[in-house]
């Protein structure tokens, strides 16, 4: 079993920066791909960020590359992402998410899910 615990989000204008943290226990370590999820009302959930078994693979959201960065601190059971250049259109909760395979962007193919922060970027 997994469990995660997402902090960090909250009101900011945009063009500024959150970081949001995802704390995991459990068997969530370097063997398990984690990732960022988002969900806007009224959309459905969509693809953010992740991190494979291997540090050093990401995957980003078109919508996102070249604002946000994921990472990840084993010794501190965490995960990280910092969103930079913050625009009204990344409104929404945030979820992180974990699955003890390989790296994928679809949020079904994801077993463990944190309960989300919401990020809210005014204009």
């Known amino acids: 079993q997994v469990q995660l615990v997402e902090s960090g989000g909250g009101l900011v204008q945009a063009g500024g920066s959150l970081r949001l943290s995802c704390a995991y226990s459990?068997?969530?370590?370097?063997?398990?791909?984690m990732g960022w999820f988002r969900q806007a009302p009224g959309k459905e959930r969509e693809f953010v960020a992740a991190m494979g078994r291997s540090d050093t693979i990401t995957n980003y959201a078109d919508s996102v590359k070249g604002r946000f960065t994921i990472s990840r601190d084993n010794a501190k059971n965490t995960m990280y992402l910092q969103m930079n250049s913050l625009k009204p259109e990344d409104t929404a909760v945030y979820y992180c998410a974990a699955r003890p395979g390989g790296m994928t962007i679809t949020a079904i193919s994801y077993a463990y899910w944190g309960q989300g922060t919401q990020v809210t970027v005014s204009s």
């Open positions: 459990g068997r969530a370590d370097s063997r398990y791909t």
